[in-house]
């Protein structure tokens, strides 16, 4: 089923549970909380998915609006309801990841639920608006916070980026705003739902935005990847070198601190440094053997026509002694030693230290050894 | 550049920024003065809407900004202060682009432009506004008078400003209405933001201003992501003209053919999108033969044919590895291109087809190592001859009529670029004719067996 068929389906069966309550139970909070309910698994198809953190599914918004809006036994009702809906929705997934989902989302909406009632108690007899305001801000960065330690404790791994986190920002922010425009304008009940509805604007036209990135990212990257198949399939090297000195390289890369925008340049040098090899004529034609310094130069110079891969280019060229370029150098002569097989790890370090008439940059050779040798278990991958 | 500017341009700006200065002193004059918290932040925040633009594709930059000033006429209006949104309005000149390049004529023109249609659209507000606090219904209903007020003075104001500046009355009204409609829901979310800060204070500002900015600096992001796609296809046409510079500028003439053809059937922006991806990316097979064999002059053996002949699989193989072009892949072979008039192509993607049609017009009409640019109508006749045959029927008329249409001229004695004028007159050898080389060495060997 198609993301736009579920959507569909959900609207559809949101419609029905919403006149169905309204006709068993007029004038009750039944309707209000049926739609919420939809809204939420709505929520749960539409999901923030920034590069560098976990997803982060709209529906946490429509959770902050919900625990203002209802009791907490309605809440937990409507909260379980619309899980249960989207856990069915989720046919793509397998078991195991369903059931993680779920309750990383359960357990996210308690923790919201909590710290909503909890602030508001706390605050008893203060400005009811700040009373609002404060225990929907801390509703908020419960739910973010019970999703990241969820998130730990599935990868069990302790790593939180901070980046990314623009995501956050935004999903707490709308969510409060919609929250505050449900039953918000002066004390009149009339806004109803419409002030939620329109406040999700501005988080509809952030999910547009982070799916445009995400796919855009993703054909990029495997555009480049693809251009760095083309000498394999060409037969100039082996299967796989381009994608191994890529990952081993922005590897090296990080154990020498360079920054991210040099790592994005050095991964694109790497996937592409055998692509000039493919403009140059036959040995045979030429009469004379290939050097590698042509290779990479012919490389650089394609890459250098274009604004935006320039960096990458200039890193590639052999006349250049930056740290990214010395990289290259040593993780392609690696992967040519080993052919990406671990066991000869070990042998084909001691050969680039030792290697007759080649001279690699000691500090490379050193990061080499901690990221790729077994001599110290530590920092193996 | 500053002296082309009429001076009855920069005149029109002057009297402009005097009016709504004016104005501004006449209602302090009178009072009520608005407070200065709100005038304070929602002024800073209309600037930096303004400053924050992203050239969306849509061209639905400037809404961010006009939605604070609805804002603005909100919150003032309890006090009957119009000289509120008229001070927030005028932050919208404060564009920093145009202040760093010392163009003064233009903050002036959409300071005073923004200030008095944010004034204008006060005052219908609040004619027609009730008394005391406003019900959502009131709100809904009352900012469609508020937007077109709005809408009009700006759209005026800049009217006049652009025939006083070009001498050319611009189009500007043609998508009146479609402006209007997409600027309705960020009037109502300016409106109940204002409704909002009249209840909470300024703290909700922010919260409907912080996703926006989210949202926008995302889209820059998958801006920036897009020209590097753009620059990793280069990346692969340089490499291609390297090693064959009689193909110089192919990639992109078929890229633009495949456009026209996609237009005219009527194609959707993402598709074209894809389309022209995919087009540029056909021959990137061509990368795996030797230099030798694609320029070669005489007539390929059948063994180097067929090596010729490889890259197309390479071209699909590289293709399908990327997910956006993995349906359009064949593209890159002709066979999959071949138009079969007996089969049902429905559910069949046509892009193939048109880049099947794009490849061998702009073979036909350039010059290559083995034969010189064919005149435009001889390309055509040939798409015609074998249009349902070889070539999809309604793409051949698509391509032909869109470059009719558009009274272009490609082929011999039009081309942008000669590489090699003492090319032969015709014969075979080399890659990238696609199907016309099957045609020709047919033809020839026709002639042999006669």
């Known amino acids: 089923m198609t993301m736009s068929r579920r959507l569909l389906l959900v609207v559809v069966l949101g419609g029905i549970a919403a006149a169905v309550t309204g006709f068993v139970d007029p004038g009750g909070s039944s309707t209000a909380l049926a739609v919420l309910g939809a809204a939420i698994v709505a929520g749960e198809l539409l999901v923030l998915r920034p590069a560098e953190r976990a997803p982060l599914p709209l529906s946490y918004a429509v959770i902050l609006v919900l625990v203002r809006a209802a009791s907490p036994a309605e809440f937990l009702v409507t909260v379980v309801a619309a899980e249960a809906v989207a856990y069915l929705l989720r046919v793509d997934d397998s078991a195991w990841d369903r059931i993680w989902v779920t309750a990383i989302r359960l357990g996210a909406a308690i923790a919201a639920l909590g710290a909503f009632h909890a602030v508001a108690n706390a605050m008893h007899g203060a400005d009811s608006r700040w009373i609002v305001l404060t225990a929907l801000l801390a509703a908020g960065v419960a739910e973010i916070v019970v999703d990241d ?20 920002l935004a999903l707490v922010t709308g969510g409060m705003l919609m929250s505050v425009g449900y039953r918000g304008i002066g004390g009149l009940e009339g806004m109803g739902l419409w002030g939620p509805l329109l406040f999700s604007i501005p988080l509809l036209a952030a999910w547009y935005s982070f799916e445009r990135l995400a796919s855009i990212r993703r054909t990029y990257e495997q555009t480049i990847s693809a251009l760095s198949v083309v000498p394999e399939l060409a037969g100039l090297v082996r299967q796989g070198h381009a994608s191994r000195v890529a990952e081993l390289s922005v590897d090296l890369g990080r154990e020498l601190r360079l920054a991210p925008p040099d790592l994005e340049y050095l991964r694109a040098a790497a996937l592409l440094h055998h ?48 740290v990214g370029n010395q990289i290259l150098r040593v993780v392609s002569a690696f992967d040519e030693l080993t052919a990406g097989d671990p066991a000869f790890n070990d042998a084909a370090i001691e050969a680039l230290y030792s290697g007759p008439g080649y001279v690699y940059d000691p500090r490379v050779l050193d990061a080499l050894e901690r990221v790729a040798g077994s001599r110290l278990p530590a920092a193996a991958h | 550049m500053q002296r082309d500017i009429p001076i009855r341009a920069t005149f029109y700006c002057v009297a402009l920024a005097t009016a709504a200065v004016a104005t501004a002193v006449v209602l302090a004059a009178r009072g009520p003065l608005p407070a200065i918290a709100p005038v304070l932040i929602l002024g800073a925040l209309f600037a930096l ?43 919208g000149g404060f564009y920093w682009p145009h202040i760093r390049a010392r163009e003064w004529r233009k903050p002036l023109f959409n300071s005073a432009n923004f200030g008095l249609s944010t004034l204008v659209s006060a005052i219908v507000f609040n004619a027609l506004a009730p008394a005391g606090a406003h019900t959502p219904g009131q709100l809904l209903l009352l900012a469609v008078p508020a937007t077109c007020a709005f809408a009009v003075v700006n759209l005026a104001l800049l009217t006049v400003s652009l025939k006083l500046w070009t001498d050319e009355w611009p189009a500007t009204w043609r998508s009146f209405g479609g402006a209007l409609l997409q600027m309705y829901p960020f009037a109502l979310m300016g409106v109940f933001l204002g409704a909002l800060y009249l209840d909470y204070g300024a703290v909700v500002v922010p ?30 046409i340089g490499a291609l003209e390297a090693k064959d510079p009689y193909t110089a500028g192919h990639a992109e003439r078929v890229a633009g053919y495949a456009e026209y053809i996609g237009t005219e059937l009527g194609m959707s922006p993402s598709r074209l999108e894809r389309l022209r991806f995919a087009a540029l990316m056909h021959d990137v097979g061509k990368l795996v033969v030797p230099n030798h064999l694609l320029n070669k002059k005489g007539k390929l053996t059948a063994e180097e044919f067929a090596q010729v002949r490889m890259h197309e699989d390479v071209s699909v193989e590289i293709l399908t590895r990327i997910d956006f072009l993995a349906p359009v892949a064949p593209s890159a072979t002709s066979e999959a291109a071949e138009f079969a008039p007996v089969a049902d192509d429905r559910g069949q993607p046509i892009e193939p087809h048109i880049v099947a049609v794009a490849d061998a017009f702009d073979a036909m009409t350039s010059t290559r190592s083995y034969r010189r640019a064919l005149p435009q109508e001889t390309a055509f006749d040939e798409l015609r001859k074998n249009s349902g045959k070889q070539f999809h029927p ?17 082929g011999r004695g039009h081309e942008d670029i000669v590489h090699h004028v003492d090319a032969p007159e015709a014969g075979t050898g080399s890659a990238g004719l696609g199907d016309l080389l099957r045609e020709i060495e047919n033809g020839s060997e026709q002639a042999a067996g006669r």
Not at chain 1, 152 to 166: D, E, K, N, T
Not at chain 2, 60 to 69: D, V, Y
């Open chain 2, 207 to 236: 919260l409907l201003v912080v996703p926006i900015l989210v949202a926008r600096q995302t889209f820059a992001s998958y801006l920036a992501i897009k020209e590097s796609q753009e620059a990793a296809v280069r990346t692969l």
């Open chain 1, 275 to 322: 692509l000039g090899h493919l403009c140059l004529d036959d040995p045979e034609v030429r009469g004379r053997p290939i050097e590698p310094s042509e290779v990479t130069d012919k490389g650089a110079e394609i890459l250098r026509e274009t604004d935006y891969l320039r960096p990458a280019g200039d890193l590639l060229a052999s006349d250049t002694a930056s």
């Open chain 2, 394 to 410: 309604r793409v051949v008329d698509a391509l032909i009529i869109a470059i009719e249409q558009r009274h272009e001229l490609h």
């Open chain 2, 49 to 91: 809407a303004e400053n924050q633009v992203v050239d969306l594709p849509s061209g639905a930059g400037a809404s961010a900004s006009f939605m604070l000033g609805m804002t603005a006429i909100v919150v003032f209006s309890d006090q009957g202060a119009l000289l509120g949104p008229l001070l927030v309005g005028m932050c």
């Open chain 1, 149 to 168: 330690l969820l998130h730990v404790v599935r990868a069990r791994r302790l790593y939180l980026s901070m980046h990314g986190r623009s995501a956050d």
